[in-house]
């Protein structure tokens, strides 16, 4: 101790911050997190959904103007996949810039550790091969359930330049945004108001929602997508990584592709994607 610093040498004992009422994932410094409520989730899923619809629409008006698209039918272009998915990128570039400025400049958070990215390291081919397994039993559950001869999301495999840009879409874009939204932002927050169990289940029922359009809204593919989102989840839980789960959708995502590329020789018979 000296007179400049008379608590030199000395501890102040410095009592912990109090633990969040009730059961969430999170124990010790992780207490704090998520910051963002559920509130700011269904926000996000707002600016989403407008943002996806007007880009929609302004790529549909840009894809009249293209010679391309000149003799083209409205209804058409409206679901060609070569002016979707570019509509769709956009809107989530407006998705994750609204999610990135939520956390960055409202929160002051790092982006990566705010929605627990944890890239899994040497650990990432168990994962990727974790998601090519998933994709091979799901093949096989999806065999005792009904699944309709043709579905909304078989419109977008009309022809072989379609089938690689859903390919591109479904491997490189897709999991990646919807691992950011769905267990990066809503499940944490879901599990810190509901707890984990809740948390859960909750966020892989919505996940097979958001897909359900696309399935026709038919119950044998919207409970395969559950059990997938459920597994993704787990996934997230488990490894406490949004990384994780990506790689893991990832390898979902890349297996169902190969397998339809074996299966229509490589994108030119489509039409194998009609069911007996």
């Not at 002051?108 to 550790?113: D, I, L, V």
């Not at 691992?179 to 966020?203: D, M, N, Q, W």
């Given at each position: ?70 003799n083209?039918?409205p ?25 990135y ?65 859903m390919?591109?879409?479904?491997v ?55 059990v ?7 996934v ?10 990506c ?25 194998k994607?009609?069911?007996?």
């Amino acid at each position: 101790m000296t007179p400049e610093n008379p608590f030199a040498g000395s501890e102040i004992p410095v009592s912990p911050e109090p633990a969040p009422p009730g059961n969430t994932e999170y124990t010790g410094v992780e207490e704090r997190f998520p910051v963002w409520t559920l509130g700011d989730v269904f926000k996000v899923a707002l600016i989403a959904f407008l943002a996806i619809i007007v880009c929609t629409i302004a790529g549909w008006m840009v894809a009249t103007l293209l010679p391309a698209f000149r003799n083209v039918s409205p209804t058409q272009i409206g679901t060609d996949p070569r002016v979707i998915v570019p509509s769709q990128i956009a809107g989530y570039l407006v998705l994750v810039g609204y999610i990135y400025r939520l956390i960055t400049t409202h929160y002051h958070m790092n982006f990566a550790e705010a929605i627990r990215w944890n890239w899994p390291e040497f650990r990432w081919p168990g994962y990727l091969f974790g998601g090519c397994a998933l994709a091979i039993a799901i093949q096989g559950l999806s065999r005792f359930v009904p699944i309709p001869k043709q579905m909304p999301i078989d419109q977008m495999f009309r022809s072989y330049a379609a089938a690689w840009v859903m390919l591109f879409f479904g491997v490189a874009v897709a999991p990646l945004v919807e691992e950011l939204f769905f267990r990066g932002l809503l499940f944490p927050a879901l599990t810190r108001k509901l707890g984990l169990v809740t948390g859960i289940l909750l966020t892989s029922f919505l996940f097979a929602v958001l897909h359900a359009s696309q399935l026709g809204k038919a119950w044998g593919p919207v409970l395969i997508l559950f059990v997938v989102g459920l597994t993704l989840t787990i996934v997230r839980a488990w490894s406490k990584s949004v990384a994780a789960s990506c790689v893991v959708h990832v390898g979902y995502n890349l297996t169902l592709f190969v397998l339809l590329y074996f299966s229509s020789n490589g994108f030119r018979n489509l039409d194998k994607l009609s069911r007996p």
